[in-house]
């Protein structure tokens, strides 16, 4: 079961960061679908996801990728920092 956010007008706030880094304690992969209202621009969309990958893994010191589909992205904690 794959768990699903959405990022809206609001962008990127520390409320939705907070609920990604709780959800992450029980799933390892999570949707995040960007809605238009915050943006339809494919370089804006992976600084976002950059963004979330590196706070969280500032927050939980594990490491976070992102997979972008369309103006979807599916971040997964990975068990073990990556070297």
Do not use: P
């Amino acid at each position: 079961m794959i768990i699903s956010f959405q990022i809206g007008k609001q962008g990127l706030t520390k409320n939705f960061l907070d609920n990604l880094e709780k959800t992450f304690k029980k799933h390892d992969l999570i949707k995040v679908s960007v809605l238009k209202t915050a943006t339809r621009d494919k370089k804006e969309l992976k600084k976002i996801a950059q963004e979330i990958c590196s706070e969280l893994k500032k927050r939980k010191n594990k490491d976070f990728t992102a997979k972008i589909v369309g103006f979807t992205m599916f971040i997964k904690k990975w068990r073990k920092l990556r070297k």
